[in-house]
T-cell receptor, first 112, second 117 residues
């Protein structure tokens, strides 16, 4: 069965600094990988996805993610953090079984 | 576009009561699913469906029933509510299934806050 791990419950970054939110996965076959963001009392919003092709994927709001097959990782990155990036971030994986499994989420705090 | 619509947004139930959380999407998506979100647990898959008439269990299916009689609707039923089912529930949908293309974006509803007392 597929699984997703987000090893950090919370990440604190100063505004203007680069940020990384970590995600590792386990899946049979080729993975379809996603990042979503959740603001308070709202549903999840799509940020970006990896299906195939370039290992560096660019998404919404200046976010990007790097797919690393050998390390089974899909870390979310942004070169310069904004206070408005503070939110809960979820990594997800979908495989041949059509199940979409989410990680436990990482709370990102951007400090002014 | 309405997208994914969930009702009700808030509900308080007594232990043992039954209720149905409604989910509808207007994007003609084949794939629909229900998740629950609990503090420290992230999102956990309850049930999912890859098309009308087809449903399957997710990670935490016990205590919940689903059906998919139409492409648009995917209701989640709690037959006998328990305090452990107090949670925020999210419905999600996506176009494409394994047979075609599984990499499509998942769209979420705004959530249903359920409290069982």
């Amino acid at each position: 069965a597929q699984s997703v791990a987000q090893p950090e419950d919370q990440v604190n970054v100063a505004e203007g600094n680069p940020l990384t939110v970590k995600c590792t996965y386990s899946v049979s076959g080729n993975p379809y990988l996603f990042w979503y963001v959740q603001y308070p009392n709202r549903g999840l919003q799509f940020l970006l996805k990896y299906i195939t092709g370039d290992n560096l994927v660019k998404g919404s709001y200046g976010f990007e993610a790097e797919f690393n097959k050998s390390q089974t990782s899909f870390h979310l990155k942004k070169p310069s953090a904004l206070v408005s990036d503070s939110a809960l971030y979820f990594c997800a994986v979908r495989d041949w079984s059509d199940k979409i499994i989410f990680g436990k989420g990482t709370r990102l705090h951007i400090l002014p | 576009n309405a997208g994914v619509t969930q009702t009700p947004k808030f509900q308080v139930l007594k232990t043992g009561q039954s209720m149905t959380l409604q989910c509808a999407q207007d994007m003609n998506h084949e794939y629909m699913s229900w998740y629950r979100q609990d503090p420290g647990m992230g999102l956990r898959l309850i049930h999912y469906s890859v098309g009308a008439g087809i449903t399957d269990q997710g990670e935490v299916p016990n205590g919940y029933n689903v059906s998919r009689s139409t492409t648009e609707d995917f209701p989640l039923r709690l037959l006998s509510a328990a305090p452990s089912q107090t949670s925020v529930y999210f419905c999600a949908s996506s176009s494409g299934t394994l047979r075609y293309y599984s990499g499509n974006t998942i769209y979420f509803g705004e959530g249903s806050w359920l409290t069982v007392v």
